[in-house]
Nanobody
Framework: VQLVESGGGLVQPGGSLRLSCAAS????????MSWYRQAPGKERELVAT????????TYAASVKGRFTISRDNAKNTVYLQMNSLKPEDTAVYYC?????????WGQGTQVTISS
């Protein structure tokens, strides 16, 4: 099982980033996919979740209206489009896969919002 995030980087406030998470080693379309983030000194928090079919999503209140989670089951990839970024969005972002059994995690990608 492998989850590989990409797309992180340094962006100015108000900018945008698109994170990708490529999955392999399991039946991607059978898993609910989520993005989490962890800022320095803080606990990991759930950012967004998408169901197996990709037609139902949920968001943390802090990102609702700015972030969009999506998935492409043909490409075994989940995305997080992040707009209107704020300094408080700075964190390591992790993608995660869940079904019955253990949750899978990627290694994370750093997102830094700074002028």
């Amino acid at each position: 099982v492998q989850l590989v995030e990409s797309g992180g980087g340094l962006v100015q406030p108000g900018g945008s980033l698109r994170l990708s998470c490529a999955a392999s080693g399991f039946t991607f379309s059978s898993y609910v996919m989520s993005w989490y983030r962890q800022a320095p000194g803080k606990e990991r928090e759930l950012v967004a979740t998408i169901n197996r079919a990709g037609d139902f999503t949920t968001y943390a209140a802090s990102v609702k209206g700015r972030f969009t989670i999506s998935r492409d089951n043909a490409k075994n990839t989940v995305y997080l489009q992040m707009n209107s970024l704020k300094p408080e969005d700075t964190a390591v972002y992790y993608c995660s896969a869940a079904n019955v059994g253990p949750r899978y995690w990627g290694q994370g990608t750093q997102v830094t919002i700074s002028s």
